[in-house]
């Protein structure tokens, strides 16, 4: 797939939506329908974005009940005008929209999981105006601490697809290499996956977004916090080092500083909310570290991707130097890319040269 | 201090109240005046509790503001008819009566601490009533991590008069006992200190409470959760044992598995909630557990005491056996003793013997 930041795309992500000839082409809609918001993509044949929609009916934000068709309701906001200009084009959707609480529910598939699997995993459900979508199920891994994820697996194939294009066959063979990755994707509930040989071989979850809302919102942490006019560098670092260095005590203990340092005199009220960011990103990450460390692995050293949005994910570059990490590379438009690859090997759209519409 | 419960007491405490004649013998207040809630209890000279009031009144829930005289207010609802019937009874205080929020901010004083500290930080403030009352300092422990307390100290130096009473010389002795002791104070801040000759050597903090409330009341975990019937023993100890065995990767990652382990059926909705709870008191004693460590110190074998609520202090029981400690004794009434031990160290009130108005 070639994107926005390849070198040589036909179409510009910036000018998308303006180049109305281009609709002509369109050959997929691809859309990532999670929990608060549902993004929607058009792409031609060649895997260029050509137009894009941003909603907020998201699963738990739909315009009516989904009992009274509020799935309908917010797909045809979103969608209508691109199926009226191209009657027939095929829908991929990835996230929470196969959950439970979705249009229908995909069944997980269960990890190590490969792009195959996730392509026979696909549930169909056909919409009122006889479109049908294609869902991509979510990973389980099981055990005692079982994992899930809806719509990171769709991103880090995503990112994985690069690997394919960075050797110009124009189809994915990172099956080839064996090498194991690791994938961070910060946010609500952020995802850590040891990839290997084009497989999610599994996976960490980590609630420190949500966590991180929680206290800051509804404990006695938040009382004494200010919001700075910008994110605190210093402050932030010396949470993430406070976590590596002192946390033996675990986070429950630690977070008690964010009050403590306050009532010191040694954190001001400003500087409070990145110090306990950071001393829960320094958690995250020291038990990640010792995650690793039972695989004989690290993050010293290791190359590693992100995928997020761009302020936060370089939050986690700032605190995984702080482990010896210091080849964190962002991936830009994964989901996207993860959207296109999944519709491809599922046939849904049958990939042209990037030239057959250059110009 | 002889209290209810102690072999002979002169007054027993289920009766305390109905005694009326017994008001004569008033001998002191003391008032456990924390952020919700002030309690209060009358003594005889002999260390009996007499009488107890019990007020919502906490620092942040006073009959009217701190500006209007909200102190006053609360002190004059609670003890107006203690002080009508003996003028000129002398007052404690302990809690966050002596905070910056509080009637007056009496400065916290530094571990290690001992009573005689305590004492000499006790900060006077008179009420529009012409009465003084002494308010018992918190401690502070500096550092990288600074911890404080406002309130606990008074309990512990109740718990720890349990020794001096123990050999039965009517004065604590326990600076003789050069044991090092554990005392836990479980609740929304749950408090370990170490104790070793009657000094409060060191203290940790973990948020178990509080951050146990937010996830549930803020949380997609909370989502899933029904409030069984009774405690559910198992699932509380499944979640002690997984914090204990497989807690690596710290709470950020393992509280995720109260949702998963929904998701594919392993933990009913009415099993969550004390699995969550197991989840949090296992790491916070797995935390304690690695502290202790750099001490050369370790839980199992300890002979510790618990101070608090009676349910909960159980629950702690029966997680602090799967850390090999099965001796953790309840330490009743720690807080009226600690007020009573100080009031008398403090020269507030001149201790007669058990037997002076016995009968």
Redesign the interface.
């Known amino acids: 797939m070639k994107h926005a930041g390849s070198p040589t795309p036909a179409v510009n992500y910036a000018a998308a939506g303006a180049v109305e000839t281009n609709l002509e082409y369109a050959a997929l809609i691809a859309l990532d329908w999670g929990t608060t918001s549902l993004r929607a993509y058009l792409f031609d044949a060649a895997g260029n974005v050509l137009d894009t929609r941003a909603s907020t009916a998201g699963i738990m934000n739909l315009p009516r009940s989904a009992e009274q068709g509020g799935f309908d309701a917010a797909f045809d906001d979103t969608c209508r005008a691109w199926l009226d200009q191209t009657p027939g084009l095929p829908v991929i959707a990835a996230g929470m929209v196969g959950s439970a609480q979705g249009w229908v529910e995909v069944p997980y598939i269960d990890a190590p999981a490969n792009a195959e699997a996730l392509v026979a995993g696909i549930v169909r459900v056909k919409a009122a105006c006889g479109v049908t979508l294609h869902i991509v199920p979510g990973v389980?891994q099981?055990g005692?601490?079982?994992?899930?994820m809806r719509g990171e697996e769709t991103q880090i194939f995503g990112a994985l697809s690069e690997d394919a294009s960075a050797t110009d066959s124009g189809k994915p063979d990172d099956k080839d290499s064996s090498k194991r990755a690791l994938i961070g994707l910060p946010g609500t509930?952020a995802k850590w996956a040891v990839v290997q040989a084009g497989r999610i071989e599994r996976f960490?979850?980590?609630?420190?977004g949500?966590?991180f809302?929680?206290?800051r919102?509804?404990?006695?942490?938040g009382r004494t916090m200010v919001t700075p006019d910008r994110p605190d560098t210093d402050a932030f670092l010396h949470g993430v080092n406070?976590a590596r260095d002192?946390g033996?005590?675990?986070?429950?203990?630690?977070?008690?500083?964010a009050r403590?340092?306050g009532?010191?005199g040694?954190l001001s009220r400003e500087q409070q909310p990145d110090y306990l960011s950071g001393l829960?990103i320094g958690?995250?990450l020291?038990?990640?570290e010792?995650?690793l460390a039972?695989q004989q692995n690290s993050l010293a050293g290791q190359h590693l991707r992100l995928i997020g949005n761009e302020a936060l994910c370089e939050r986690y570059r700032v605190a995984l130097a702080q482990f010896g990490c210091t080849r964190a590379e962002l991936v830009k438009h994964a989901t996207e890319r993860g959207l296109w690859r999944v519709a491809t090997q599922a046939g849904l759209v049958n990939p042209t040269p990037q030239t057959a519409h250059a110009g």
């Open positions: 389980l099981r005692e601490l079982p994992n899930v509930h960490h979850t980590f609630m420190t949500e966590v809302a929680a206290l919102e509804h404990t006695i942490l406070i002192k033996q005590a675990g986070m429950l203990a630690t977070v008690f500083s403590t340092l009532l010191t040694e829960l958690h995250e020291a038990g990640l010792a995650v039972q």
